[in-house]
Structures are given as structure tokens and as C-alpha cells.
């Protein structure tokens, strides 16, 4: 049995007043083993743009506060946003912020061109900046573009090309790069850095660096994330090339596990998060946004979010309440990748669905698709599904009889076997089969200009009549 839910919803952000209404279709199959399978699409995109926010709408950073509100920083500063007013300030020095950071404590960093401080709420709901600079002493003065903000055992760790800042509480420390530090990451309570061509971990407490790897190791690929592995010894690392590696802390071995970008595309990886449900979401420079798993020791693609409003993706962000932050060259998109509406075919309309050979057939105005892979969990992605080319067009209705599937078409009545389709002659415009009540293996095909009526026996489809006598008219029984 097949149940199709339509249903308009709010949907909440990260505060009860950010309010979207959202129309949606669920498809939940149930079986008779009370098991049910879920539909996944893509879900609904909010955008922003700088008609929302009125500032530059190219951002590189974000973060949010402990009551849930957003910071996000652009060329022309930091944005604020708490679910309802966008508020702005700008750095002393007016540069564009890099980097953002909500430490433990709750105090928010920011980061940018020769400038570092803390984002303050005063008493009246405003936002002020306090700058942090004068802490270095007058020869590091000139620090260029601070990139990243870290935490590791209450110590902020500010990176540009040249140094890594160390402050906690009163003390400050500098570390000079030996060539330049081009990546740092915290993964499993460890610091690592890239300096040059080499991979380090440090010491937050000694600030001693133990080498890890070298790029060469790598291919001399770029170091785009370090994530979680899958013990406590080994860490996945992602390339800006589109390689995963894991790396063994214990012996610091590298192999290459995958790679998901072909060697021969020009496509880039530019941001990569690993959500809480463990799913990865990875943005590109030209290709927008896709999620992948880990199962069965390889990456699978989940999904691919064609509905941002640009295509080049600068950074992603996770709220506390799991929400997806999208920031783009020209923008900003939100979505909730666990919301209980989802989009599938998008422009598409949806009128029928069946299941058929443990595959599921869904009939669209843009014609029939079908499910690639045999459903063996409860959860079908819209990717695994590929359309039939020779039912192109408004498809209206399908139908099982006797182990054949039939789908009633703009074009006629077609039998789909093998995902092949095989026209029943003699008919245009058919709404759907209806069976004949007291005569068995017989069916009414309800037209676009009446009736008329077919026998499926023994896997033999007969016309009995392309048009019955008093049923001239569309029909739609």
C-alpha cells in the first residue's frame, strides 16, 4: 500500500520566529511487515540575499552564539542575525572577516586583516566589537589576514600565513611558520598544522610539533578537511583535489581510500563539515553542494543540492539544532537536512506510485522514474532513481495486474518490463485501467475521449475495444 502526504509545515531554524511555509510530498510505503520506506529528496532551500541582509553577499565564516543566534562574516564585516533583523558591524579597520568563533565560554571571536577581537551584546540588544591587537607586541603588528579561529584546552588558536596566536586568558604566545601555515585543523582533541609541505600535530600545552606527513605522501594534493575516523587512531583527510585518505596517528601511514572526483574533471572541492549525524557535506567551486556516507568502507553519495542560489560554495556551517548553512560567493542558504519535508523532482508534479519487481515507480508530469536499486532498507535517495526515456511527458497513473506494470500516459497505455516500454496500440490519452467489477482479468481504459476495455491474461494484453458504444466523453472512473 502506498500513502501520499501532503502537507504544509513551518518550518523552525534556530529560533521558533524564523517561519518558512513549505509545501511538501512524503512517500511512505508500508509493507506487510509493518516496515515503511521514506523517500529522500532534497529539503526545501531557504535563501538570503542581499536584499535580506543589505550588505556585500560574499561571506567566508560563520558562528552562533549559546542563545542561538547567527554570526557571519563578509567583506564588509560581521552580519547578525537572530531569526528576524539582520544587524552589522564593521571591523576598526573596515576589512573583511575571515574567521569567526564561538569559544566554550560563549565569547564570540572575529578575525581579520591585521585584526583580531571579540564580538560583545550590550545592554540595549546592540553589538559592539573590542579589539584584541594591542595584546601583540608593536613587531607583530602586521599579521595579514587572520584565516582561522581554533579552540583546544581553552587556548584560542589564531592562524594567518606567518604565525599562530596562541591567547589564553592573559597569556599570549606567537609561533612563527617556517615557510607558511596554510591549514590547521582540531580533530579528536588534536592540533594539527600544515606548515610548508609538511603535516604536524602540536602540542597546545609544549608547543612542540610532531611531524605526520608529508604532501608528497598525499600526491602533493591540497588539504581542504581533517575529520573523525573510525577509531580513535585514524582520521580521514579530504583533499581540495577531491581524495580521501586515512591517516593511522599510531604509525602515521597514509593510504588513499577513494577518490570522488574523476582525474580528468576540473572540478574543486572548497569546504567540507561533518554533521552530527555523521553524514559529510562537501562544497565545490562551481558544482554547489553534496552529502555523502561512509558505509562498507567507501564514500556514497547521498545527495546533490542543486537548489542553492549560487554555485560556488566558500564555506558550511552546523548549528546547535543541526541546521545546514550554506555560505556562497553570493548569498546565504539554510536547510534542515532531518526536516520531515523533502523535495523530490523538483518541477516536477507527482501523481502516482507503485511498487513493482522490490523497486519503486513514480508517475510525474515529466514522466515515469523508477528506483535503480532494490530497496533493502527504509530509505530510498532521490539520486538512486533514473527516468524511462520512452515515457517522456505527462504520465497519470500505473498499475499492477498479474506481475505486469502498466502506466496510463498522455501518449497511450504502455506495459513497462525491464524498464522498457511496450505501447498497448489503439489507445491515446489515458487516464488510468480500472478493473471490470464481476469479470475478471478485464479493465477499463479510462481515455481522454471515453472508454474502452482490454483483457490481461496468461501475460497477454487483447484490446477487447478501443471505444465503447455511450462513452464518448474523457473518462475518469
Known amino acids: 500500500m502506498i500513502s501520499v502526504y501532503f502537507m504544509v509545515k513551518k518550518a523552525s531554524i534556530f529560533s521558533a520566529r524564523i517561519t518558512k511555509h513549505l509545501l511538501t510530498i512524503c512517500f511512505m510505503l508500508a509493507f506487510s511487515a509493518n516496515l515503511y520506506t521514506q523517500v529522500i529528496g532534497n529539503p526545501p532551500v531557504t535563501h538570503y540575499s542581499h536584499d535580506d541582509f543589505n550588505s556585500d553577499a560574499q561571506f567566508w565564516d560563520a558562528c552562533q552564539d549559546t542563545l542561538g543566534v547567527m554570526y557571519f562574516g563578509n567583506n564588509y564585516g560581521v552580519l547578525r542575525f537572530d531569526g528576524e533583523r539582520w544587524d552589522k558591524i564593521s571591523l576598526p579597520n573596515n576589512s573583511a572577516v575571515r574567521s569567526l568563533h564561538c569559544s566554550e565560554n560563549g565569547v564570540i571571536y572575529a578575525g581579520g586583516f591585521n585584526e583580531f577581537g571579540t564580538i560583545n551584546t550590550n545592554t540595549d540588544g546592540s553589538f559592539s566589537y573590542h579589539s584584541l591587537r594591542d595584546v601583540l607586541p608593536p613587531k607583530y603588528s602586521e599579521i595579514g589576514n587572520v584565516w582561522q579561529i581554533l579552540e583546544l584546552n581553552k587556548t584560542i588558536v589564531l592562524r594567518t600565513y606567518d604565525y599562530l596566536i596562541l591567547l589564553n586568558n592573559s597569556n599570549v604566545e606567537i609561533i612563527e611558520a617556517t615557510d607558511a601555515f596554510n591549514f590547521s585543523e582540531v580533530v579528536n582533541n588534536k592540533l594539527f598544522v600544515l606548515d610548508r609541505d609538511l603535516l604536524f600535530e602540536m602540542d597546545i600545552n609544549s608547543s612542540q610539533f610532531t611531524e605526520v606527513f608529508s604532501t608528497r605522501d598525499i600526491f602533493n594534493e591540497s588539504l581542504l578537511r581533517i575529520l573523525p575516523g573510525q577509531t580513535k587512531e585514524t582520521v580521514f583527510l579530504l583533499t581540495k583535489e577531491g581524495s580521501f585518505f586515512e591517516i593511522s596517528l599510531l604509525n602515521n601511514s597514509v593510504r588513499r581510500l577513494q577518490r570522488l572526483i574523476p582525474r580528468e574533471s576540473e572540478q574543486v572541492f572548497t569546504s567540507a563539515i561533518q554533521a552530527q549525524s555523521g553524514n559529510i557535506y562537501i562544497g565545490t567551486l562551481s558544482n554547489k553542494l553534496s552529502s555523502w556516507k561512509f558505509q562498507n568502507n567507501k564514500f556514497i553519495r547521498i545527495r546533490t543540492f542543486n537548489n542553492l542560489q549560487d554555485q560556488t560554495v566558500l564555506n558550511l556551517y552546523e548549528s546547535n539544532e543541526g541546521v545546514i548553512w550554506t555560505l556562497l560567493n553570493k548569498g546565504l542558504d539554510y536547510f534542515d537536512p532531518n526536516a520531515h519535508l523533502t523535495n523530490i523532482f523538483q518541477g516536477s508534479s507527482i501523481y502516482d506510485a507503485v511498487i513493482f519487481d522490490n523497486r519503486l515507480f513514480i508517475a510525474t508530469n515529466q514522466g515515469v522514474f523508477y528506483s535503480t536499486k532494490q530497496y533493502s532498507d527504509s530509505i530510498i535517495y532521490q539520486n538512486e532513481f533514473q527516468k524511462i526515456p520512452a515515457l517522456d511527458g505527462q504520465a497519470w497513473s500505473l498499475k499492477t495486474v498479474d506481475n505486469q506494470l502498466f502506466c496510463a500516459h498522455d501518449r497511450g497505455l504502455f506495459e513497462i518490463k525491464n524498464n522498457r516500454t511496450n505501447p498497448i496500440q489503439d ?23 471515453g472508454l474502452g476495455l482490454i483483457q490481461i491474461k496468461d501475460g497477454r494484453t487483447t484490446v477487447l475495444s478501443t471505444s465503447l458504444p455511450g462513452f464518448e466523453d474523457s473518462t475518469v472512473t
Open 427 to 449: 489507445f491515446q490519452g489515458v487516464w488510468k485501467l480500472f478493473p471490470v467489477s464481476g469479470i475478471s482479468n478485464q479493465f477499463f481504459v479510462c481515455t481522454y475521449n
